[in-house]
């Protein structure tokens, strides 16, 4: 009889985890993801039309995981501070903060509305820039110091789309956000990287995919063969946010399956 396995390394035991935009997609296969790594959690939503959504995704956690929820929404200053002081008071510390909270509504250019503008800007930029300032100075305030921040950019950080022309400049600037972090937290031991998803199947996309033409061109392009999943990208957010990453800050790493370099 070959001997059991030993189970797998739990890369995040006992650390406070907080994710922006948990309630589907990305956000929350991050979530399960460090509740499976052992991480207590802290899990923010933007209210009550997501609120069916994030009860969903507390009972997919494991039955010992420790978690709080927060509800609010990320474009304002006042959800960050909420969000920070849920953490404090539920586990005393935060050691991870993963940004994630953002929305892609696809619209042509020339008609753009300013306010679907300045929505997209207030939460995927200044809703990331409000998160990370908030946690960044609980984390330089508590004993030990320091942790890790992670934020989810976007293939879109890197190139145009026709009918992303408000969501694009957001993503590049998440990025460029987390560089700038780096070198301005990193004397507080606090780690800033970014994790830019190509098309990955989430409600976020799910009708521009719902076009069997758009998909199928869609898949063609990767060389991996497929459209990505949630947790190909909560993988290497749960990397960064480990101590496997312990000298890393200021990366972005772009998990695409390919297709950035692909010319199909």
């Known amino acids: ?34 509740a499976n790594h052992g991480a207590k959690v802290v899990l923010h939503h933007l209210g009550p039309s997501t609120q069916a959504d994030i009860d969903s995704l507390v009972s997919s956690l494991p039955p010992s995981t420790q978690h709080t929820t927060v509800a609010g929404d990320i ?6 501070t909420a969000i920070v002081n849920a953490a404090i008071s539920s586990f005393g510390r935060i050691d991870v903060l993963v940004s994630n909270a953002g929305i892609c509504p696809f619209h042509s250019f020339l008609d753009l509305p300013h306010t679907l503008w300045k929505r ?22 508590q004993t030990p110091r320091g942790g890790s921040i992670v934020a989810i950019s976007s293939i879109s950080a890197l190139m145009g ?36 998803p190509g098309t990955i199947e989430t409600p976020i996309n799910a009708d521009d995919l719902a076009d069997p033409v758009k998909r199928e061109y869609m898949t063609r392009r990767i060389p ?3 459209l990505g999943e949630p947790d190909d990208i909560a993988q290497p957010v749960i990397f960064f946010a480990s101590d496997m990453a312990k000298y890393c800050t200021g990366a972005s790493l772009l998990v695409d399956g390919g297709a950035a370099i692909s010319l199909q």
Do not use: W
């Open 1 to 34: 009889m070959s001997p059991t396995p030993p189970p797998p390394p739990r890369l995040l035991e006992d650390k406070v985890l907080i994710v922006t935009g948990s309630s589907s997609g990305i956000g929350r296969a991050v979530a399960i993801a460090a």
């Open 75 to 80: 474009a304002l200053p006042d959800t960050a």
């Open 120 to 141: 997209v800007q207030d939460v995927n930029l200044n809703g990331a820039f409000y998160a990370v300032q908030a946690v960044a100075n609980a984390m330089a305030a």
């Open 161 to 196: 789309g026709a009918e992303q022309t408000h969501y694009t400049p957001t993503k590049a600037g998440v990025k460029s956000l987390m560089e700038s972090c780096a070198i301005a937290l990193g004397g507080l031991g606090i780690r800033c990287n970014s994790v830019l």
């Open 224 to 226: 991996l063969g497929r």
